[in-house]
């Protein structure tokens, strides 16, 4: 079936460090590929998504590149802030023949980034 | 403000109790889906609801039983729960389930601690 791996948290850095959240996958066909963000007390909201090979997405200086070659849609922020503190999510929907997907993302265990000042 | 609201936020009730979860979305979506969040597991799919009707149940146990009245609306009923039934439990919405690239809104949970 298919399944989304993501890195082991948690990641902690400095505020203005670069951030990468790795993220692969397994699936049949061509998924779409999004990456959600959990601030606390809270549910989940779409950061970013990409649904065909190549494709960037981007989003509040975070941006991920849909790799078919390696199965892969690493998650990367340039300069991150306090305020980037969550738990990240990499998450697939399969397409099925006649584009379809019948809502079923699968999610990855989540990443939870914490930035000191 | 998601457009997709939860209640109530937290519920602890014991293993013979029966309760019920809400969620109703403004957004005017046609797609509902009730998730799972447990501690160090990802995020699980429990049901989808597309036009009211149920489209998915990821073999959910049967004390798990969900409902919904129209496409705004969703309750998850719950009876004679077990411990390990506590968890975060989300509910999204889309605008439909045949749209592959209409992201899913979520509400923020209802925390559930089961006694």
């Known amino acids: 079936g298919d399944s989304v791996t993501q890195m082991e948290g948690p990641v902690t850095l400095s505020e203005e460090a670069f951030l990468t959240i790795n993220c692969t996958y397994t699936a049949t066909g061509y998924p779409s590929l999004f990456w959600y963000v959990q601030y606390p007390g809270e549910g989940l909201q779409l950061l970013l998504k990409a649904t065909k090979a190549d494709d960037k997405g981007s989003n509040k200086g975070f941006e991920a590149t849909y790799r078919k070659e390696t199965t892969s849609f690493h998650l990367e922020k340039g300069s991150v802030q306090v305020s980037d503190s969550a738990v990240y999510f990499c998450?697939?929907?399969?397409?099925?023949?006649?584009?379809?997907?019948?809502?079923?993302?699968?999610f990855g265990q989540g990443t939870i980034l914490t930035v000191h000042p | 403000e998601t457009g997709v609201t939860q209640t109530p936020r937290h519920l602890v009730m014991g293993m013979t109790n029966k309760k019920s979860l809400k969620c109703e979305q403004h957004?005017?979506?046609?797609?509902m889906y009730w998730y799972k969040q447990s501690a160090k597991k990802p995020l699980e799919l429990m049901f989808v609801y597309n036009f009211k009707e149920q489209t998915e149940n990821n073999s959910v146990p049967s004390r798990f039983s969900p409902e919904c009245p129209n496409s705004s609306h969703l309750f998850l009923h719950l009876h004679t729960l077990q411990p390990e039934d506590s968890a975060l439990y989300l509910c999204a919405s889309s605008r439909g389930t045949g749209i592959v690239n209409q992201p899913q809104h979520f509400g923020d949970g209802t925390r559930l601690s089961i006694l």
């Open positions: 998450a697939l929907i399969r397409v099925y023949a006649g584009g379809t997907s019948y809502g079923k993302l699968t």
């Open positions: 957004l005017g979506h046609n797609a």
